[in-house]
């Protein structure tokens, strides 16, 4: 059963390094965008990357659908909406659209399932608890 | 019908610039691979996006899809193969895979839908006689 | 003579774009920190370089003097301080330091010369005035 | 006492990732090109920075100072040309040229100073054996 779970909200600009020649925001930087609104979440909920990487864990990206459907442009303000889909207790899936708010236009449209790996075995692993806790909030029935 | 038009190889290295703090490259790298294969594709076919932008013609990716298999590494040298299926006169689908080829192993498997757009109508184009002429290459019945 | 005329403050984070294999930030992105609190600095101005550009003016780096003192680590939250020193009518020198606020350490320092450009003529060009105005800033005997 | 050791080329293309919005190669972008020329450098003589790392050593960029002459465009076919300079046991010094041979011009200037640290005490470290006789090459009196 998929499980929306949350929704949160991240604020970022485009800067000169995320155009090329045609004006507008390099394609592959988008993934960066979707990347960095997943981390701010993970953040505020206290779990950061390099505390993981110290017990040999690792998120890795599996797979990725991106539409771009609009360009971002140089000094644009966007905002990226995440929603987490549990798929199980090893893989989760991040619905996210970067936004421009001025406009309400959506320019793109991610689908990024995720996973845990250990570092040493490169096998995935199942979610620490703390982490199982934090995906699952505003889930009472879990 | 779909057409697997051509079938491309494309040689490269992971430098530092590539990898992350995990030791790997990093998820959004890899779109800039198929980008590499994809331009590099066109150069040997006389084609140069800074001609094509002098003309206000742009190619834009409009859609990808990314598994991410294995993880590239520092100093792999790899190779992209690149396939071309024609889905219409104004939309193209690049097939492509990464492949360690000490290894014999896909690592990245990517499908990219890409359109030429009017930079100043910002509408979609048909692609014009001599793009067309090489997407159609090896197509005797066309 | 040698004029500091500003003092500004940017914030900003890293991401795992930003690290490469060693785990720390890639050398080469200081240099967009740099720019990106450049930018804001403008942007705060009411200076944007998409506006620039449509009258054919775009500022291009000429210089730049960085020296790498501690390495910045995936999720440090870090301040750029940029001072600004007015070499001339046609050129700038904007003295950058990326500071680690939580311990009081000085990360990187970079001297960025930049200067304006017609980007038809590809010559520098004199600021205009509401650029100079800015530069000079807090300059009340200019 | 300086000796410029060695003089090597690396040739490289310019692609879409490497351009920003005002249709010339990003600044930033130059270290990148500069740092793939040092690397391939090292492969040449079978030196592999993931060879490095598992015992715990990593070079690292110090400083760096970059005259950016004339602009990089979008489908150049650029070589760099890289002497080594030896500064000490601890310390070299890289003279880097990126020059555009169709028109024999010199486009960028980098002096990037190197060294290698442990990465266990983040201290620098004196080159080992097999580097000192690389960086020694061609220096009959050494």
């Known amino acids: 059963m998929k499980k929306h779970i949350q929704h949160r909200e991240f604020l970022f ?16 930087n988008y993934l960066k965008f979707f990347e960095r609104a997943r981390s701010n979440f993970l953040f505020e909920n206290g779990i950061f ?13 599996k797979r990725a659908e991106i539409d ?6 140089l000094e644009d303000s966007l905002v990226i909406q ?3 889909e549990k798929k199980s207790n090893a893989r989760m899936v991040f619905n996210q659209l ?3 708010p001025e406009h ?12 845990l ?7 995935p692993q199942i979610f620490p608890n703390d982490l199982l806790l934090i ?3 505003g889930e009472p029935n879990e």
Chains 1, 2, 3, 4 share one sequence.
Do not use: M, W
């Open 49 to 61: 990357h390099k505390e993981l990487v110290k017990k040999n864990l690792a998120f890795v990206v």
């Open 117 to 123: 790996i250990n570092l040493i075995t490169k096998k």
């Open 98 to 100: 970067i936004v421009n």
């Open 13 to 28: 600009d485009i800067y000169i390094e995320d155009t090329d020649f045609q004006g507008f925001v390099y394609h592959a």
């Open 68 to 73: 771009f459907l609009l360009p971002a442009k």
């Open 82 to 84: 995440t929603s987490i």
């Open 104 to 115: 309400e236009q959506v320019l793109c449209r991610g689908v990024v399932e995720v996973c």
């Open 135 to 137: 995906f699952n909030k």
